[in-house]
């Protein structure tokens, strides 16, 4: 399988985050910034219906004797504070400002940045989509993930502006990476290659439902930008250890149990 078949989906990700974006900072200022409003509080709305559904996967894990939602619980507090200690919020915030130094973004570019980087790559879709493409080369799974995403930066770009662009280089950089290294991560971490029996492993089940509560999160934050609130948010960023540290605490709660 050639390179272009394990990459197809990601680059057809990156074009419609682009396009997007592209759409969004042509018509975005035209809008009312009521309407700006509306819009933003309505991707929210769709951003907390996918963060949900994502949760409810933990209720299919159980690690011995413990549920899946504690294990998530202590995955998400364990993962805040290391990554309150690593800084990861502020480290993201600073990249975000750095690009928008380089490129002369100018408004809420890192804001923007921060925000759709977090959203288009945090998911069940990001993972299974990359495994499947890298795989197979069936690119359908971050095909659907690039509609949704397409409309997602047409949302965000008319708020934030272009800096929601600039996320299509972590799309690129992640996705691209998890599809290229798809082989090793099915064989060695996950037991198979099927992208069907990925979708009910456990690890990456409690892996979606963590996922699915920071994306709430996502979609708390974006709800207190459309109504003004932002101070108020969600630091997404510092949360993201708890996606490594979950498959850690199944492995431990499972051993401990037998």
Request: proline letters at 3%.
């Amino acid at each position: 399988m050639s390179l272009l078949d394990q990459l197809s989906g990601t680059l057809v990700n990156v074009g419609t985050v682009l396009g997007g974006t592209a759409l969004g900072l042509l018509i975005g200022h035209r809008l009312p910034e009521r309407t700006q409003r509306t819009l933003l509080q309505t991707l929210s709305l769709v951003t907390l219906f996918i963060g949900l559904d994502m949760a409810g996967s933990l209720n299919r894990v159980q690690g011995g004797a413990v549920p899946g939602v504690i294990l998530a619980l202590v995955s998400l507090a364990l993962g805040a504070v290391l990554g309150e200690a690593l800084n990861i919020e502020e480290r993201l915030e600073r990249l975000g400002d750095t690009l928008k130094r380089r490129f002369r973004g100018g408004g809420r570019f890192t804001e923007g940045f921060v925000a759709a980087s977090l959203l288009f790559c945090i998911g069940p879709m990001t993972v299974v989509g990359g495994l499947q493409n890298g795989l197979t080369g069936d690119a359908s799974t971050y095909i659907l993930k690039s509609t949704l995403d397409g409309i997602a930066a047409l949302a965000l770009a008319g708020a934030y502006g272009i800096g929601v662009g600039f996320s299509a280089v972590t799309v690129l950089l992640l996705q691209g990476g998890i599809s290229l290294a798809a082989g090793a991560l099915a064989s060695g971490l996950l037991g198979g290659a099927d992208p069907d029996l990925l979708k009910t492993n456990p690890y990456v089940l409690l892996v979606t439902g963590a996922g699915g509560l920071t994306i709430i999160g996502i979609s708390w934050n974006l709800m207190l930008a459309g109504l003004g609130f932002e101070d108020r948010r969600v630091r997404v960023g510092s949360l993201l250890p708890a996606l490594l540290l979950a498959p850690l605490a199944l492995w431990l709660a499972t051993r401990l149990s037998s």
